[in-house]
Every structure is written in structure tokens, then in C-alpha cells.
RNA sequence: GGGGUCGUAGUCUAGUUUGGUCUAGGAUACCAGCCUUGGGAGCUGGUGGUCGUGGGUUCAAAUCCCACCGACCCCA
């Protein structure tokens, strides 16, 4: 009856309606009620911790360590690494009061917080045994975004983490930046189901204050690019003006390389778009706070028993370590549970019912395809775990090649314009001349996602200025 | 950055054009009871509203005017 319960907007016809109804029904999260922030529902921060969680322990395995840095930076420290600043001043929420007084110098909330650790590394990092000095931070910052924003995706506050390493030589370094963009790459591809692309940005877009930015980008369904991590190499642009020096093993002193790295709960935003439908979210197993929900079909006569029987399979499952939840909850329809459970996006349901308690079986649907079978009760909990592994592979398999038909490589500008209107990845050959790059921009909104990190020089001409092309870039319109 | 749409109960919405019938109507949700349960059931009774906020015009404002706050969409 009531339909309107359900999402209203189709994802392929209105996909941003589409998109802030999922978020806001499944309960991931709700407005907050300043402009530009959000509130993290328990459903989406299980999500998050989920990420959290995975992520912290990988990055504890190569030694880091995390640890927590204030919120607040005074403007004189903001202000040393001056292209930094610049970069960030216009997005900076200021403090200028400590209740009426007015405070001497004023206090910007961090919008990310390279200077304010800096100024803390400065005074620990003494000695070549020092380094690499490896720390973590999970924590929120704040950047102003005054005109568009979107759950997750554009907020003016938003969870991530940020890592700021410190290392001997650049070649420390380099070697920072790539292997946490790898860590990236494996939680967002094995983990969210996401198929990305790495490699680096150019000038233009790279991070403000960095020697260069290492990035991982995915396409989502409306043909938009959105950044998912980003891994910069901040060279010594940071470690001079904020003195992180060291004696090194030639007893002479250097000034450090130094590297930081992120990603925010974006990476939920991308799930949503990624891997949701027209009844609501799909959440990919290995993320999902629910991977098994358990439905009773209750008929007076076998009401206990059926209960009896749910809360067996509930107890099974959950020793075989699948994060699973039943509802028994009186007054709603099992139809209207499925409803329910499928917005929320959990992977897998069980039905249990009169017929399945006297054929010792369970009913078992996907989420992603719908698909129904039988299973006796005995082969259950296999049957479960090999369809969440067939699961997270078809999410990311689905996703995977509806990317690759959407990425062309063109020759010609003409081309260019035509694939980027209808929402594309596009590798295109590419002069390295920052002006062709803002030609492009302006005449076609999109800008260079990245360049590949192992470069073919191209045999064409730059699509712009018909100079003969050093790179091949993918370009696309981005969020 | 430019343009547009909008704000009435948890949600969706009628009423706004043309001020008075509005003590704001409905659906859904929620609560109680009954009845049901294999794809969003039904019946009965009930709770819930600073009409986004502030100011103004008026005998009278959800309705007109101004400012602000917030949401959404399109374009860059």
C-alpha cells in the first residue's frame, strides 16, 4: 500500500534525489542543524568503525601508531607554510573569542593538521634513529563550504584520518606515499567493492604546500569522479619553515621529507552511490554492520517454535563469526520487514517459516540480485558465508565493468566533448602545459583526475594546443 | 561563483494566488487493544502543530512585506 515508506526517486532518472533519500531512510545519517554539517547515524558510524577498524589495523602492522593532535592551530603556525595557507584560508572557521574576551591571536579550527603536528614533530624528531617517525590520527576537521554541499560527500565537517609520517630521504618517502596508497586501494577494492584508479594529480590539483599528490579516484554512476584517498609526498616544504631537522647517519644535520595521507567518510557516500538501487542501499558484506538479518513467518500454531528456531540459527551463525541480527518484532508483516531490511541495504536474508521448519531448511535472498534458494538447515551456515563471498565479488565485479565501459580513451577534443557530457572517465594525450588544462576546464568543466603512475609517452598531439603530448591524463568531471 | 525551487506534526502533504470559513484538514508514522503474518494487511480508539526564525503591515497573518536561517536542484 503505503509505497511512499520506500526510496520515491529512481536512481537513473534523478540520481541526486535519489541519493539524499537512501542516506536519510536507511538511517546512515540526518542533517545537523547548521548549514553544511552532518550527523553520523549509529547505522552509518558502524559502517565507519567497520572501516575504522580494518584500515587501523593494517597500518598498526607497519608500525604506526596513532595518536591525537588539538583541534585548534594558532594563525601565526597556519601562516608559515605560506602556499598551505593560502590553499586552505578561504575554507578556514576561525575562533576569535574565549567567551567575551577577545582572543590576541586567532585560532583556526584545523582544516587539516600538517602545521599543528608539525610544530609537535619539530621538537621530537632529533637523530636519524628517530625516523621514520609514523603517526596516525582519527579525528574530524572542518572546512567551510558555503555553497554546495551533500552528505558525505561535501560537508563542512567530516571524520577522517590523517597520517603524517616523517622520514631520512625522499625516497623514504616515496616509498610512504605509495605503499599507504596501495592500503587505500586494497580497503576501498576489497573491502567497499569499489574499483578505483591510481595515480598522480597534476600541478594544478595536486595538495596545496605538497611536492606531489598521489591520488585514488572512482567514477560514480551519475559519470562524476570522486576522490577517494589521497597520499602527497610534502617534500621539505614543510620540515623548513616548521625546523624538523635531524642529525644524520653522516653526522651532518638535514632537514626531514616528510609525507601525510587521507580519507574521510566520503567513502561512504561512494558506497551509497555505487552500490545502491531503487529499494534503497547495498551494503558490501565485509562493511556491513548487518551482513545477515533473520525473518520469522509467524503462524499462530508454530509461533514459538519458529522463534525457538531463529534464535538457534542466530546463535550458529554467530559462532561462525557473520555479524547477524534477527527481527521479531509483532505487528509488521514479513513483506514489510523485507522492505525494510533491503533499504538498509543488509546483504543477506534468512526466512523462516512454517513450511521451512518442517523441510529442516531456510530460505536464503540476496540483496544485490534477489535471488531465493533453499537450503537445509544442516549446510546453512556454509550456504551463508559463500553467498556473502559471492556477494562481495559481484558487487565489485558489477561495479568493475560498468567503470571500464565508462572510461574511453579519445584523441581529439571533439571526441572529448562528446564522451564527458554523457559522464565519463577519459584518458586523453596531454602536453603537461597548465593553461591547456584550464582550456579544458573551462570549456568542459572537467579537470585531470590524475596522470598514471607508469607513463607511455603518448604518440598524438595534446587535444588542446596540438603540441606534441608528454602523458596520457583521465579526465572527468568531479564532485 | 551564477541561477532556480522550497520550508505547515517523525514523514509526505491540503490550505498561501484573492488575509477572516483555520480553534490548521488529510495520509502515513507513533501509542493502546483486537485481528493477522510466505513481499510494505485490516478494524477501533488515541498522542502529536512556536505553520523555519525574527521583525513589519492590519481590526485580523500559515496566507501580504522585509531580513535572516535551513534544505534541495541545475550550471561553473
Known amino acids: 500500500m503505503s509505497k511512499e ?3 520515491k526517486a529512481k536512481k537513473k532518472e534523478d540520481f541526486s534525489e535519489w541519493y539524499s533519500e537512501v ?3 536507511s538511517e546512515l545519517a540526518d542533517y ?3 548549514k553544511g554539517f552532518m550527523v553520523l547515524r549509529p547505522y552509518g558510524f558502524q559502517i565507519w568503525e567497520i572501516i575504522k577498524e580494518t584500515f587501523d589495523k593494517w597500518i598498526k602492522r607497519l608500525n604506526h601508531k596513532n595518536a591525537y593532535f588539538p583541534s585548534l592551530i594558532p594563525q601565526s603556525l597556519l601562516m608559515k607554510e605560506r602556499e598551505h595557507f593560502k590553499g586552505f584560508n578561504p575554507e578556514v572557521f576561525w575562533v576569535t573569542h574565549a567567551g567575551n574576551d577577545e582572543l590576541s591571536e586567532k585560532l583556526a579550527i584545523r582544516p587539516t593538521s600538517e602545521t599543528i603536528i608539525y610544530d609537535s614533530y619539530a ?3 632529533r637523530s636519524w634513529r628517530d625516523l621514520p617517525l609514523l603517526i596516525n590520527v582519527w579525528n574530524s576537521v572542518l572546512r567551510a563550504e558555503i555553497k554546495s554541499t551533500k552528505p558525505f560527500i561535501r560537508t563542512s565537517e567530516f571524520l577522517w584520518q590523517e597520517g603524517h609520517t616523517v622520514h631520512e630521504s625522499k ?7 605509495r605503499r599507504i596508497i596501495k592500503l587505500y586501494k586494497r580497503l576501498i577494492e576489497d573491502y567497499l567493492a569499489i574499483p578505483t584508479i591510481i595515480g598522480k594529480k597534476s600541478e594544478k590539483e595536486k595538495f596545496v604546500g605538497a611536492l606531489y599528490t598521489i591520488t585514488l579516484e572512482s567514477l560514480m554512476p551519475d559519470g562524476r569522479a570522486l576522490q577517494m584517498g589521497t597520499s602527497h609526498n610534502l617534500g621539505q616544504n614543510f620540515s623548513k619553515p616548521f625546523e624538523i631537522k635531524f642529525l644524520g647517519r653522516d653526522g651532518k644535520e638535514h632537514y626531514a621529507w616528510t609525507a601525510s595521507w587521507g580519507f574521510s567518510w566520503r567513502l561512504l557516500g561512494a558506497l551509497v552511490m555505487v552500490h545502491g538501487d531503487d529499494k534503497g542501499l547495498i551494503i558490501p558484506p565485509k562493511v556491513a554492520p548487518i551482513q545477515v538479518i533473520i525473518i520469522p513467518i509467524f503462524y499462530k500454531k508454530e509461533k514459538e517454535k519458529i522463534i525457538q528456531k531463529v534464535k538457534d540459527l542466530k546463535k550458529k551463525l554467530k559462532r561462525a563469526k557473520v555479524r547477524v541480527e534477527f527481527d521479531l518484532r ?4 514479513p513483506g514489510w520487514k523485507y522492505n525494510e531490511w533491503e533499504l538498509k541495504g543488509v546483504p543477506l536474508r534468512i526466512e523462516i517459516g512454517p513450511r521451512d521448519l518442517a523441510n529442516e531448511q531456510a530460505v536464503i535472498v540476496r540483496r544485490d540480485n534477489s535471488e531465493k534458494r533453499m537450503v537445509k538447515e544442516e549446510l546453512l551456515v556454509r550456504s551463508v558465508k559463500e553467498a556473502l563471498d559471492s556477494i562481495q565479488k559481484d558487487l565489485f565485479k558489477r561495479a568493475k565493468g560498468w567503470l571500464d565501459e565508462n572510461t574511453f580513451e579519445v584523441k581529439s577534443f571533439g571526441e572529448f566533448e562528446e564522451k564527458i557530457e554523457k559522464g565519463a572517465l577519459i584518458k586523453a594525450p596531454w602536453c603537461l602545459n597548465q593553461e591547456c588544462e584550464i582550456a579544458i576546464k573551462e570549456k568542459s568543466g572537467a579537470d585531470i583526475r590524475l596522470i598514471p603512475l607508469v607513463r607511455k609517452r ?3 598531439n595534446c587535444m588542446v594546443c596540438e603540441k606534441p603530448a608528454k602523458v596520457f591524463a583521465y579526465f572527468a568531471r568531479a564532485y
Not at 171 to 177: L, S
Not at 330 to 333: A, D, H, L, N, R
Open 23 to 25: 542516506i536519510i531512510k
Open 123 to 125: 621538537k621530537w624528531v
Open 32 to 34: 545537523g542543524s547548521v
Open 458 to 460: 603518448p604518440n598524438e
Open 330 to 333: 509483532e505487528g509488521y508483516t
Open 5 to 7: 515508506i520506500g526510496i
Open 171 to 177: 625516497k623514504d618517502a616515496d616509498k610512504e606515499v
